[in-house]
């Protein structure tokens, strides 16, 4: 069974940083292109950002780059984001996942790490 937990969510002023975590186990990790989501309240789920399975290409929505930086442990089937310089519009949870092409995930969502933003 597929399962994606997300941790290191919290409570964090304007300005400063949290790195989230994404463990996922009952598929093969490494072999896997894999994405950061977010929801914020009252919108839709977007995309963050992307890390493919091997390479190092990262794609990052306009909104986070420079910002935020994925990255991935396969032998501990973990990926990372790493978020700096946070603002309050990153308020959201916020959720891993693996894309699929043209569009959609793979698995089915787990249930996020809130990330709050606020002085």
């Known amino acids: 069974q597929v399962q994606l937990v997300e941790s290191g969510g919290g409570l964090v002023q304007p300005g400063g940083s949290l790195r989230l975590s994404c463990a996922g186990s009952?598929?093969?990790?490494?072999?896997?292109?894999l994405s950061w989501y977010r929801q914020a309240p009252g919108k839709e789920r977007e995309w963050v950002a992307g890390?493919?399975?091997?390479?190092?290409?990262?794609n990052y929505a306009p909104f986070v780059k420079g910002r935020f930086t994925i990255s991935r442990d396969n032998a501990k089937n973990t990926l990372y984001l790493q978020m700096n310089n946070l603002k309050p519009e990153d308020t959201a949870v916020y959720y891993c996942?693996?894309?699929?092409?043209?569009?959609?995930?793979?698995?089915?969502w787990g249930q996020g790490t809130q990330v709050t933003v606020s002085s």
């Open positions: 996942n693996a894309p699929r092409v043209p569009s959609g995930t793979r698995f089915s």
């Open positions: 890390l493919p399975t091997v390479g190092s290409i990262r």
């Open positions: 009952g598929f093969t990790f490494s072999m896997y292109d």
